[in-house]
């Protein structure tokens, strides 16, 4: 089971910082993908890292502001949020899948996170 943590309220400009930490398994193996969800919209893909972290993939929207980065000692997944925008609002969720490389594709991740609300203020 996949819990991501670390949402809440920030004015636009600062910065916050996910976890997804994994209960009963370890993730460690497991290539990693947040996406997000915003009032009223479909979710959408955020960035995806694989089980050694050596590759990463992110969405054009976010790179340059959003990293993700994983500690397999810690069994831990993090976002890394900077200079966050009000569109940048949403439930964040984590999701993993048993593959090598990192992935878009919502679909082919089997293992998912309750999420955790990220609002950005103007």
């Known amino acids: 089971q996949l819990q991501a943590c670390g949402g809440g309220l920030v004015q636009a400009g600062g910065s916050l910082r996910l976890s997804c930490a994994a209960s009963?398994?370890?993730?460690?193996?497991?290539?990693t993908g947040w996406f997000r969800q915003a009032p009223g919209k479909e979710r959408e893909f955020v960035a995806s890292?694989?089980?050694?972290?050596?590759?990463?993939y992110s969405a054009d929207s976010v790179k340059g502001r959003i990293t993700i980065s994983r500690d397999n000692a810690k069994n831990t997944v993090s976002l890394q949020m900077n200079r966050l925008k009000p569109e940048d609002t949403a439930v964040y969720y984590c999701?993993?899948?048993?593959?090598?490389?990192?992935?878009?594709?919502?679909?082919?991740?089997?293992?998912w996170g309750q999420g955790t609300l990220v609002t950005v203020s103007s």
């Open positions: 999701a993993a899948i048993d593959v090598g490389r990192p992935s878009r594709i919502e679909n082919e991740y089997k293992y």
């Open positions: 009963g398994r370890t993730i460690s193996s497991y290539t």
């Open positions: 890292i694989n089980w050694s972290g050596g590759s990463t």
